[in-house]
């Protein structure tokens, strides 16, 4: 059974960085999908950005276009969100999934098969 646990959440300022991960356990994720979501207080759980096995496929929303970067280290069994010029509406807790044996990537949380814990991201003004 796959574990995923997320770091490199924290406060930053408006207009800063952060880089987080997510590293997987428990299974090489060769042909897998992965995707990171985020649940802002209030409201519902969101995509982010999705890449697929290869890194060959890759898909952001639109809030985050140009700004994220989604990135995997299959040798490490890590995949990463970089996230650069950061507004306060980017504040929320930030998940990783993964969406097994595919190809593909999806925007819809409801077919990924396993979630992260989570890890918080606080942008001030």
């Known amino acids: 059974q796959v574990q995923l646990v997320e770091s490199g959440g924290g406060l930053v300022q408006a207009g800063g960085s952060l880089r987080l991960s997510c590293a997987a356990s428990?299974?090489?994720?060769?042909?897998?999908?992965m995707g990171w979501f985020r649940q802002a207080p209030g409201k519902e759980r969101e995509f982010v950005a999705a890449?697929?096995?290869?890194?060959?496929?890759?898909r952001y929303a639109d809030s985050v276009k140009g700004r994220f970067t989604i990135s995997r280290d299959n040798a490490k069994n890590t995949v990463y969100l970089q996230m650069n010029s950061l507004k306060p509406e980017d504040t929320a807790v930030y998940y990783c999934?993964?969406?097994?044996?595919?190809?593909?990537?999806?925007?819809?949380?409801?077919?990924?098969?396993?979630w992260g814990q989570g890890t918080l991201v606080t942008v001030s003004s």
């Open positions: 890449i697929s096995w290869s890194s060959g496929r890759i």
């Open positions: 428990g299974r090489t994720l060769s042909r897998d999908a």
């Open positions: 999934a993964v969406h097994l044996y595919t190809w593909s990537i999806t925007m819809d949380p409801n077919v990924y098969d396993a």
